[in-house]
């Protein structure tokens, strides 16, 4: 086993030096790899929620162009029957 490290060591000079960050990556990845899997569902949830504000937006958006076009044909309707007679007392 030391004869493999020897030779690892002469072919690379930055042998320990990589190994030793190699160990860090998989220790960072080990420690990471459970809150990263536990956002997940966060992520899943969130996405879901915009959906649905996005579906919301649309719905209002629609509906706010219904009440525009009834109010704009209700004015065309009211032109088009002209002034309303007054419905007070006639003198």
């Known amino acids: 086993m030391q004869r493999r490290g020897e030779t690892a060591q002469l072919e690379n000079p930055n042998f320990a030096r ?28 969130n996405g879901e929620l915009i959906r649905d504000i996005v579906r919301e937006q649309a719905v209002d958006a629609h509906l706010r162009a219904l009440r525009a076009e009834a109010a704009a044909a209700k004015r065309q309707i009211d032109v088009a029957d002209g002034p309303t007679p007054s419905t007070g007392p006639s003198l």
């Open 18 to 45: 990589d190994a030793v960050k190699r160990l860090r990556v998989l220790a960072i990845n080990k420690t990471l790899s459970r809150p990263l899997a536990a956002l997940d569902p966060a992520v899943a949830q």
